[in-house]
């Protein structure tokens, strides 16, 4: 849970600097309205956790799981609840020790503080500015329409002849050479071409793709970016009623026949339409804001780094000298 105690610490430090740069308001008078407006706060918000002087409301609590990123909130809210008071609680004695001890003064913990603040009120803008933008059914058909290959479909049927180490390669089955895969994928092609066999029955004989093969290499319709490179190319490239060339790729040699072009509907990507319409006009937005401000830059601190200096070339040692064989001395005859 550190992650959680991080969070709840940082969301804790962005509410203190925010109060902080709150002025303090006058004392107000109680009255007989005021007094029961409090009783009705207290009631409603009451004290759930009380330790030394340090008194955790409900509301507070919620604040805090609501701060926690989406898939902890369950959790900090149902079996993990306790657990998640004590990181809570932990976090707030301390917050009430630090700033006993002048903390919050130090310079680099008021930088934080304002950094906290900001990033808080600036996530805070950020929903508020995608509240109030508008997407128009023009709007997304506009979307559509620019964009209609991501939207395109094909349905197509396949014949696979995998290779040994093929992730497809069949088990209890003689394992082919990349060579020999490529070989016999083109040999059932011609035989189909030829009218010798049918597409669906060489489907259901020899595709090493078995749960396919079973329905005479049946694929059904797919979009962009569900297949691997090579045979999505190769299968949106080919017309309706054709057989590609024999196409390779990582699960081996693919024969692949088209059946259908289409568009997936529009009512179907609407959803997803909306989101990256709405998304886009945040991004021009935010764009806009920046651009208006005229950003100036110091050109000189945001320079690249300089490219390290290139290494000297290797010089090879120089060969030794050769040294000069000592000259034979006579022997010394003894007197």
Do not use: W
């Not at 805070?124 to 109030?132: G, H, I, Q, W």
């Not at 797919?222 to 054709?242: H, I, L, T, Y």
């Amino acid at each position: 849970m550190k992650k959680v105690i991080i969070t709840v610490s940082a969301l804790a430090l962005a509410l203190v600097a925010l109060a902080q740069d709150k002025p303090a308001a006058p004392p107000a008078t109680p009255t007989a309205a005021t007094t029961t407006a409090a009783v009705t706060a207290t009631n409603t918000d009451p004290v759930i956790i009380t330790a030394g002087t340090v008194a955790i409301h409900k509301s507070d609590f919620e604040t805090a799981v609501k701060s926690l990123p989406a898939e902890y909130q369950s959790y900090a809210l149902g079996p993990g609840k306790k657990q998640f008071a004590d990181d809570y609680l932990r976090m707030k004695l301390l917050a009430a020790e630090g700033l006993k001890n002048g903390l919050d003064k130090d310079a680099d913990v008021q930088k934080q503080l304002t950094l906290l603040r900001e990033n808080l009120v600036a996530q805070e803008e950020l929903k508020r500015l995608d509240s109030t933008i508008a997407v128009s059914d023009a709007d997304l058909k506009k979307a559509y329409d620019e964009n209609k290959k991501e939207y395109e479909q094909v349905k197509a049927k396949h014949i696979l002849i995998a290779f040994k180490g093929s992730p497809a390669a069949p088990k209890g089955k003689k394992e082919l050479t990349d060579a020999e895969a490529k070989a016999k994928a083109e040999t059932l092609r011609a035989e189909i071409v030829a009218g010798k066999a049918k597409f669906e029955d060489v489907a259901k004989k020899e595709s090493d793709d078995t749960e396919t093969g079973k329905n005479g290499g049946e694929l059904g319709a797919f979009s962009r970016g569900q297949m691997v490179p090579e045979f999505e190319q190769a299968a949106f490239s080919a017309k309706v009623g054709d057989m590609t060339p024999v196409v390779r790729t990582q699960f081996g040699y693919h024969i692949i026949k088209v059946e259908e072009h289409s568009m997936t509907p529009f009512e179907q990507v609407k959803p997803t339409l909306e989101k990256n319409v709405k998304q886009k006009k945040l991004r021009d937005t935010l764009d806009a804001l920046k651009e208006s401000a005229k950003p100036v830059y110091d050109e000189a601190y945001f320079a690249p780094p300089p490219a390290p200096p290139a290494p000297k070339p290797q010089v090879a040692p120089a060969a030794a000298p050769k040294s000069e064989k000592p000259a034979a001395q006579k022997p010394v005859k003894k007197p």
